[in-house]
């Protein structure tokens, strides 16, 4: 079983609609990142949290650290949105562990 | 300011050859990161920096993974006698480590290495 899993693998939305990509996590952590990569390009990082809430912009990042699990949700989503998210959790050490990686699809 | 930059963006070599892939991290970050993403997978961590030592190599798959840093900036990961199993976007990451924290990782884009 993976340290880092993340629910859907896939995921197809309408313009518009509200996402959220859950991951849940069975090691002890520092922090959690989730993580945003274009096919083809690089990875670019949308939040690293440790408790409750962020917000940026129509991003939003929630983690429960007693339960492991963290989600991110997309409101009225865009498909410029379309992208593979990544959840990645730090460890003790510094190193990030991956989650394999939800690919989502906005269409227009 | 510039942000991660690695090179080469593609390589391709013949299975047996040796390669040097390099990274430059984002100027003042003293911890750097070497991840490997094959196809389809997310990233595995390989070895972190800490200034010019290696913190935690443990993720090296065998002997034939090397990375340096020697003046505690750029890093090179070298990679002895390629296995078409090594084809994969090898990545950089650098932070700003603060005593006793661990800060975000910026990454680099990546270089795509193929092994014939």
């Known amino acids: ?108 | 300011g510039a942000g991660v930059s690695q090179t080469p963006s593609n390589k391709v070599t013949e299975k047996g050859k040796y390669v040097e892939l390099r990274c430059d991290p984002i100027s003042g970050h003293t911890a750097l990161y070497w991840y490997r993403q094959s196809l389809g997978q997310g990233p595995e961590f390989l070895i972190y920096f800490q200034g010019t030592g290696a913190a935690d190599d443990s993720g090296l798959p065998n002997d034939r993974f090397f990375a340096v840093r020697p003046e505690g900036s750029v890093s090179t990961l070298k990679i002895q006698r390629t296995e078409r199993g090594d084809s994969a976007v090898y990545l950089c990451a650098s932070s700003q480590r603060t005593s006793g924290a661990y800060n975000e990782q910026f990454f680099g884009p990546g270089t795509r290495l193929t092994v014939l």
Not at chain 1, 22 to 38: E, F, K, T
Not at chain 1, 54 to 82: C, F, M, V, W, Y
């Open chain 1, 1 to 108: 079983k993976n340290e880092v899993e993340q629910s859907p693998q896939n995921l197809t939305a309408q313009e518009g609609e509200f996402i959220t990509i859950n991951c849940s996590y069975s090691v002890g952590i520092s922090a959690l990142h989730w993580l945003q990569q274009h096919p083809g390009g690089g990875i670019v990082s949308l939040f690293m949290l440790s408790s409750g809430k962020k917000k940026h912009g129509r991003l939003i990042a929630t983690i429960n650290i007693q339960e492991k699990h963290s989600s991110l949700h997309i409101t009225a989503s865009h498909p410029r949105d379309s992208a593979v998210y990544i959840c990645a959790v730090l460890r003790e050490g510094g190193k990030l562990i991956f989650g394999q990686g939800t690919e989502l699809s906005v269409k227009p």
